[in-house]
Every structure is written in structure tokens, then in C-alpha cells.
């Protein structure tokens, strides 16, 4: 009896160690089939991840829509560029205009300007910055430079001194966020031989619709901008120094492609803007806006599309 009950917890044991060793291979298997399967998934996620960037850098989803007003301050420069409540002004006109931009801003309820830029210090585009520095403070004011000698500018810089604030010099390259939109200088690189080719350009992109802001530049800095890395084709382009026949070359024009143009002028005696320019913009788009025609022009952007809208 000892003998048998001996080999039966031989057996038992035998059996039990087999099915031991079974269960501990099958439990291994399963562990590494989850091990496995978790690093799948987190290959997956990660690769969802990079595809979702990739979508988002695609698409450029945006939340907000941004708005950029010309206003009609006759024979000079200014707009006004709104996304997310945050504010930008580009240049504000001559002095005399200084009460339609206060007045605008006033009418928005806008008591902070994130930002200004003053594309340069003619005082068609300097001078009613004044008005908007009276009805709100700044954060930060880029010019090309920061000396001038006409009293445009002289105010500019104690409204500003005022504020405890004082002009900024953008580098090329440099950007800055507007709400879900993005600013960036793209010229000058070096001080240019006239006022009009020290003109700030700037380009804003807002999902795939995206602006050119070119101030007075002539041919000098057109050309530094054609032979710059800078991507110029845009969907609106602010023509240069209103519409002047020395700018806007066809050349430049080929780089730009605009879908629309918008020419920012008044009464004048340069003859801006010239008929052999008009002819040249022609051949690109028919989508061309006038100031002095129209009045104030705003353009909607929602990333993917543009409308726009005249004072009259
Ligand atoms: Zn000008």
C-alpha cells in the first residue's frame, strides 16, 4: 500500500508540475501578446499623434475669424486687423485722419492695440497712429526706424513716451501671434536708400488665407523680397506706395499672385495710382479695391475663405 500510494503522489505531483509549467507558458504567451499589443497601440497613438499634427498643419485649423479693415484715410495708409480680440494697426494715415482711426477704435470699444506698425516714418502713415495712441494704450510698436524729422512723428513718439513705450525694430524673420493668426517681417534686411524702401513688410497667415502688407516699397525692396526665401504668394496684397507706377512690378507680381489687391489712395498729385500699374495688376487679378471708390474695404477670413465688404 505504501508502494501505491507512493507512485500516486508521484503522479499527482508529475501532473501537477506539468500543468503548472503548461498554465506559466500559456500566462508568459498572453503577457507577451499584451506587452505586444500595448506597444502596437502605443505606436498607433503616437502615429495618430503625428498624423493629427500633420492634419492640423495641413488643414491650418483656426478658431476665430480675422478681419482686416482698410480704412479711407484718402492719400495714405492705415488697416486694422482683428482675430481673437487681439488688435493690430498698420500705419494710421496722415495727421489729419488721426479722428477716423480714434473714431473707429471708439466705436469698437478697443482700449488696448496689441500691437502697431508703423510700416515707416513718411507721415501718411505715421500721422494718425497719434489718434489711435489718444484712444488706447499699445503693447508693442515696430517701426524701421526711430528718428524722424517731421512733427508727425514727433507727436508719434511722445504719445508713445507717454505710455512709457518705445519703438521697436523688427529683425527680418521675426513673428508674432495675433490670436490664432501670425505676423511676420519680411523686409527690410538693411537700411534703405530711400524712406520708401525702409518700409516694414509684413505678411500675416491666418489658416491658408494669408495677407502682403508692403507700405511705400519700391523696385529696391521688391527685388530683396523676390530674392529672399520668404514665400510672397499671398491671397490679399496691399499694393505698394498706392499704387505707384516705380512699384508693383510685373515681376513682383508674378511671385505675389494676388487674388485681390487692394490699392489704398485719395486725391493726390503724384498720380497714383498710375495707369500703366492698373494695366499690369490687371493681367493678375480683377478683384481690385480702391480706397477712394469704396471707402472703408474689410476682408473676413475664416482660414479657408475670404469675403469682403465695402463702406460704399
Ligand atoms: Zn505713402
Known amino acids: 500500500m505504501k508502494s501505491l500510494s507512493f507512485k500516486i503522489n508521484r503522479h499527482f505531483y508529475l501532473c501537477f ?46 478658431d476665430a475669424e ?10 495714405g495708409d492705415s488697416a486694422l486687423v482683428t482675430c481673437d480680440d487681439k488688435y493690430l494697426l498698420i500705419d494710421g494715415g496722415d495727421s489729419k485722419k488721426s479722428s477716423v482711426i480714434y473714431n473707429d477704435l471708439d466705436k469698437r470699444n478697443i482700449s488696448f492695440l496689441d500691437y502697431i506698425i508703423i510700416t515707416h516714418t513718411d507721415s501718411d502713415h505715421c500721422g494718425g497712429v497719434s489718434g489711435a495712441l489718444n484712444r488706447a494704450n499699445v503693447g508693442t510698436c515696430y517701426c524701421s526706424e526711430k528718428k524722424a524729422s517731421s512733427n508727425a512723428w514727433k507727436y508719434v513718439i511722445a504719445n508713445l513716451d507717454a505710455q ?44 491658408n488665407n494669408s495677407f502682403l502688407f508692403t507700405g511705400d516699397a519700391e523696385s529696391e525692396e521688391e527685388e530683396e523680397l523676390i530674392s529672399s526665401t520668404f514665400d510672397l504668394d499671398v491671397d490679399v496684397l496691399k499694393v505698394s506706395h498706392h499704387g505707384s507706377d516705380k512699384c508693383t512690378s510685373s515681376t513682383f507680381l508674378s511671385y505675389v499672385k494676388p487674388e485681390y489687391a487692394v490699392i489704398s489712395v ?8 498710375g495707369s500703366s500699374f492698373l494695366e499690369r495688376l490687371k493681367k493678375y487679378t480683377s478683384k481690385i479695391f480702391r480706397t477712394d471708390e469704396s471707402g472703408d474695404i474689410t476682408f473676413k477670413s475664416d482660414g479657408e475663405n475670404i469675403s469682403v465688404s465695402c463702406s460704399r
Open 17 to 62: 508540475i506539468i500543468l503548472f509549467l503548461v498554465a506559466l507558458s500559456l500566462l508568459s504567451c498572453a503577457c507577451s501578446q499584451s506587452s505586444s499589443d500595448d506597444a502596437v497601440n502605443a505606436q498607433m497613438s503616437s502615429q495618430q499623434n503625428v498624423d493629427n499634427t500633420n492634419d492640423t498643419s495641413d488643414t491650418k485649423q483656426v
Open 66 to 75: 480675422l478681419e482686416v479693415t482698410f480704412f479711407d484715410v484718402g492719400q
Open 164 to 207: 512709457g513705450k518705445d519703438i521697436t525694430i523688427p529683425a527680418v524673420g521675426d513673428s508674432f501671434s495675433l490670436g490664432d493668426a501670425t505676423v511676420t517681417f519680411m523686409a527690410p534686411s538693411k537700411i534703405g536708400t530711400s524712406d520708401n524702401n525702409n518700409s516694414l513688410v509684413c505678411r500675416i497667415d491666418y489658416g
Open 266 to 273: 485719395g486725391k493726390n498729385s503724384y498720380g497714383h495710382p
